[in-house]
């Protein structure tokens, strides 16, 4: 009975201190100290309404520096090709579409791999220029991460979207 006792304060003590530690609030209200809220961040940067633009600024903060980004398209002579940039250049290159029309995209299902500090994730997501609009495009993200002991920093990521030649495998639509 002592011991019951003692182990219940004491595990409480030891859940309450690693809550506390996993809150890691970022400048821009992002928690970067839990997957879940870091994953959260990665798709709210990128949601804008019509006349907006999404913010670099924000967006770099949860990346390391000087990270680069990536997607697959098809070549004019419909060979898949993969586009790779500084996340900088993904920016200038999407920013202005996306002010332009509004986007909202979000996470619909998630698959996690870890080895130490180091996580992938494969995130499939929806894509809309509205919240509650048509679904304008499906695809996977591919998301590397890094955990320093207090924050998870993005390490990279790349994109394919579905197509009637990639759909997206049902594994990659469960929970």
């Known amino acids: 009975m002592k011991k019951v006792a ?10 309450i201190n690693y809550n506390c530690r996993a809150q890691v609030i970022d400048q821009y209200g992002d928690n970067v100290g839990t997957l879940n809220g870091i994953m959260k961040a990665y798709y709210d940067v990128v949601t804008v309404k019509k006349g907006e633009k999404p913010s670099y600024q ?6 390391v520096p000087n990270v680069n980004v990536g997607w697959a398209t098809k070549s004019k002579g419909g060979k898949t090709v993969i586009k790779y940039v500084s996340l900088k250049e993904y920016h200038r290159l999407s920013d202005e579409y996306l002010a332009s029309k509004g986007f909202d995209e979000r996470e619909i299902s998630r698959k996690v791999e870890k080895f130490g500090a180091i996580y992938h994730v494969w995130s499939t997501y929806e894509s809309r220029n509205t919240k509650t609009g048509p679904i304008i495009e499906r695809g996977i993200n591919s998301i590397e991460l890094f955990y320093d002991g207090t924050r ?3 390490l990279g990521w ?3 979207g579905e197509r009637k ?3 997206i495998p049902k594994e990659y639509l469960t929970k």
Request: glycine share 0%.
């Open 6 to 15: 003692f182990l219940i304060p004491l595990t409480l003590i030891v859940s």
């Open 58 to 63: 924000r967006d770099s903060s949860l990346h």
């Open 152 to 154: 998870f920093w993005i």
């Open 158 to 160: 790349f994109f394919d």
């Open 165 to 167: 030649d990639n759909p």
